[in-house]
């Protein structure tokens, strides 16, 4: 690892620090340049100032900002779309429950507008849209994309609320069993999607909607 590397791995770890202990309201250039040891400058420099940074940091944290790769290999193509929507939901279970400093800076997206919340929402919406567009279209006994808003939006919120709430209509938001649970409503829940999401490999399916090749298409 480069010098600028370990520093600006070094900036990084101030502002998930910061996060952690004051929340959002405590977070801005000058408490991480003095956390972290640094000027204000070198962050200006190294991220663009606030944006930026919280932009690198939300990268490496999000799913859909640093991971949303589930649908870009060979092998997630042979998966049936319920499974592979299903997989996206564990996924963004896993990443709010351990991470308590992202779950803050989801909650302050919710309550905020600003140039940072604007951009880290905007990012997330692409990175979002290129997973369900692959799935979207495929059927049409079902709106695919207003199904799993809902699953997605329930996961979110519910996952927030913890903070401030430890039961949603009796069940336990702060505990592996109560998730456990809610897991087990979201398999039920991807269990309504139309036959063929449940049963054809996602490749099966995009294939049957492409139209049919000619002799002319082949010269070409």
Not at 16 to 45: D, F, H, P, T, W
Not at 135 to 161: F, H, K, N, Q, W
């Amino acid at each position: 690892m480069s010098r600028r590397e370990q520093t600006e791995r070094q900036i990084l770890q101030a502002l998930e620090a910061q996060i952690c202990e004051n929340g959002m309201a405590g977070v801005g250039i000058n408490v991480i340049a003095k956390r972290a040891g640094v000027s204000k400058e070198l962050i200006y420099r190294y991220f663009d100032g606030m944006p930026g940074l919280m932009l690198a940091w939300m990268k490496e944290q999000d799913f859909w900002t640093g991971r949303s790769d589930l649908l870009k290999d060979g092998e997630s193509s042979q998966r049936t779309p319920s499974d592979l929507i299903l997989s996206m939901l564990r996924a963004q279970i896993e990443a709010l429950a351990g991470n308590e400093s992202l779950r803050e800076v989801r909650r302050w997206e919710l309550i905020e507008r600003n140039e940072v919340t604007a951009q880290l929402a905007e990012r997330r919406e692409r990175a979002a849209r290129g997973f369900i567009d692959r799935v979207d279209g495929l059927t049409g006994d079902a709106d695919v994309p207003a199904m799993v808003s809902i699953m997605l939006a329930g996961v979110l919120y519910l996952m927030l609320r913890s903070k401030t709430e430890s039961h949603f209509l009796g069940v336990p938001l702060r505990t592996n069993e109560g998730w456990a649970r809610l897991y087990a409503a979201l398999e039920t829940l991807v269990q309504s999607l139309p036959e063929n999401l449940r049963k054809e490999p996602l490749a099966a399916l995009e294939a049957a909607m492409r139209p049919p090749s000619t002799p002319k298409d082949a010269e070409a």
